[in-house]
């Protein structure tokens, strides 16, 4: 992906994903910010940390992945609406189906996977962002910077590892989109 489009491509993830943690998350007590400075309960450096994210995520599946193939406008709003109903679902869901949600959301990646092109460097690239993804949101929480209402191990519930693997196939179609078209 070209550096311009690159830094397009985090900066949209960063406000996309900032707006999805405070309305899906903080505003459901599904997790607590305890750093300061804060506004509206979110800590300020929460778009860089998504910032970031929307760098290394697309990278990551570019050192990983498949190769780049093109995905259409359909592909990559398919891939927005799943990873962003996943995250309304996650802040609604009550702790008891956290189990049973995460195990939802693991099928429902391994269909998309199993029906998609180069099924093992998915996979890879999947798995790559999710363990990267539990980690970071795992230190972080231990560093004291937020706690999540239900965590189940590491720190993060259940079924945040396959709410990364959802956010890994969007990442392969966007990467897919502007290597290849741009």
């Given at each position: 992906?070209?550096?311009?489009?690159?830094?397009?491509?985090?900066?949209?993830a960063?406000v996309?994903l900032?707006?999805c943690?405070?309305?899906?998350?903080?505003?459901t007590?599904?997790?607590?910010y305890?750093w300061t400075?804060?506004?509206a309960?979110?800590?300020?450096?929460v778009?860089?940390?998504?910032?970031f994210?929307?760098l290394?995520?697309p990278?990551t599946?570019?050192?990983?992945?498949?190769?780049?193939?093109?995905?259409d406008?359909?592909?990559?709003?398919?891939?927005?609406?799943?990873?962003?109903?996943?995250y309304l679902?996650?802040?609604?869901?009550?702790?008891?189906?956290a189990?049973?949600?995460?195990?939802?959301?693991?099928?429902?990646?391994?269909?998309?996977?199993?029906?998609?092109?180069e099924?093992?460097p998915?996979?890879?690239?999947?798995?790559?962002?999710?363990?990267?993804g539990?980690?970071?949101?795992?230190v972080?929480?231990g560093l004291?910077?937020?706690d999540?209402?239900?965590?189940d191990?590491?720190?993060?519930?259940?079924?945040?590892?396959p709410?990364?693997?959802?956010?890994?196939?969007?990442a392969?179609?966007?990467?897919?989109?502007?290597?290849?078209?741009?």
């Amino acid at each position: 992906m070209p550096p311009r489009t690159a830094l397009l491509v985090a900066l949209v993830a960063s406000v996309w994903l900032t707006l999805c943690d405070q309305l899906f998350h903080v505003r459901t007590d599904t997790l607590e910010y305890h750093w300061t400075p804060q506004v509206a309960d979110q800590h300020v450096l929460v778009p860089a940390t998504f910032f970031f994210a929307g760098l290394v995520i697309p990278a990551t599946v570019g050192w990983f992945g498949p190769e780049p193939r093109y995905a259409d406008d359909r592909d990559l709003a398919i891939g927005f609406g799943i990873v962003t109903l996943a995250y309304l679902v996650s802040g609604l869901l009550p702790e008891s189906l956290a189990v049973a949600y995460a195990l939802v959301l693991l099928a429902a990646w391994a269909y998309r996977v199993y029906t998609g092109p180069e099924w093992l460097p998915t996979v890879m690239a999947s798995v790559s962002v999710a363990v990267g993804g539990v980690i970071v949101e795992s230190v972080l929480s231990g560093l004291g910077q937020f706690d999540y209402a239900h965590p189940d191990v590491a720190s993060v519930p259940w079924w945040l590892f396959p709410l990364y693997l959802h956010g890994a196939l969007f990442a392969i179609d966007v990467r897919g989109r502007f290597a290849v078209a741009g």
